[in-house]
């Protein structure tokens, strides 16, 4: 909330659960990157 108030956005990282997705989502986080979405990918591949 101070964050939000300070013009600024929230990046989380390291979600791996949709559990932890929805938490982050329900206190405002605005980015979130993580295994929930990807696993980590070499240059070429992304």
């Known amino acids: 909330m101070m964050a939000h108030k300070l013009g600024m956005e929230i990046i989380?990282?390291?979600?791996e659960t949709e559990m932890q997705l929805n938490i982050l989502k329900?206190?405002?986080?605005d980015f979130g990157y993580?295994?929930?979405f990807s696993k980590?990918?070499?240059?070429?591949?992304f």
Do not use: H, M, R
């Open 34 to 36: 993580g295994y929930i």
């Open 40 to 45: 980590p990918v070499c240059p070429e591949t």
């Open 26 to 29: 329900k206190v405002g986080c």
């Open 12 to 15: 989380a990282g390291g979600i």
